[in-house]
């Protein structure tokens, strides 16, 4: 079945660092969307990617989507504070179901 | 507030009770889903319901029964589960269930098997 991949697992940096995140998954998706968990919180929706080589920002956050909509990434600029939690990147390819990665856990530290 | 309530948040319970978990949407959505989320493990989905059909069972243990009544309430019934089954649950409603709808999830339920 389909797998969504996420790297790194953890990153720890310091405040004012930039900070990426990747996806990759085995087959073509349809579409990705990107979601945070903050500590002790549920997943929020970012942002939904949905064509080949499409870049997204919202503020300091800038989303892309390969060019052949298998692999995706997330990239902070300038981390503050309140950017900690868990970046998780979900797709789906032929069907409803979102698969989603195990997360990318940001520790921001001032 | 995202619209998605679930209760209780914390649950506690032994190997041999009956417990259900509820949680209620009141967006207008059609599809509804119930997660599990362990450690270091990604989100799992376990059931998806569209306009309170069942279209989407994940392979999971029978010892989860999950049931929707109507659109807007979807419920997780336990029983005799495994102390493995310890996670947080989380349920998430969508406007409908196609692939570029965006899910809005409950704050969970944690839940602790003993």
């Known amino acids: 079945g389909q797998q969504v991949m996420q790297i790194p697992q953890y990153q720890h940096v310091q405040e004012g660092e930039d900070f990426t995140t990747y996806c990759n998954s085995s087959?073509?998706?349809?579409?990705i969307q990107w979601y945070k968990q903050r500590p002790g919180g549920h997943p929020v929706f970012l942002i939904q990617?949905?064509?080949?080589?499409e870049v997204k920002k919202q503020k300091r956050l800038t989303f892309q989507f390969g060019e052949a909509k298998k692999n995706s990434s997330l990239h902070i600029t300038a981390t503050q504070t309140t950017d900690v939690g868990t970046y998780f990147c979900?797709?789906?390819?032929?069907?409803?179901?979102?698969?989603f990665g195990k997360g990318t856990s940001l520790l921001v530290t001032p | 507030e995202t619209g998605v309530t679930q209760t209780p948040r914390h649950l506690v319970m032994g190997m041999t009770n009956k417990k259900s978990l509820k949680c209620e949407q009141h967006l207008g959505h059609n599809a509804m889903y119930w997660y599990k989320q362990s450690a270091k493990k990604p989100l799992e989905l376990m059931f998806v319901?569209?306009?309170?059909?069942?279209?989407e069972n994940n392979s999971v243990p029978s010892r989860f029964s999950p049931e929707c009544p109507n659109s807007s309430h979807l419920f997780l019934h336990l029983h005799t589960l495994q102390p493995e089954d310890s996670a947080l649950y989380l349920c998430?409603?969508?406007?409908?269930?196609?692939?570029?709808?965006?899910?809005?999830f409950g704050p969970g339920t944690r839940l602790t098997v003993l």
């Open positions: 990617l949905v064509k080949s080589g």
């Open positions: 979900a797709g789906t390819n032929s069907g409803y179901a979102l698969n």
């Open positions: 087959t073509t998706l349809s579409n």
């Open positions: 998430a409603s969508s406007p409908s269930q196609g692939p570029t709808d965006t899910q809005y």
């Open positions: 319901y569209s306009l309170e059909e069942r279209v």
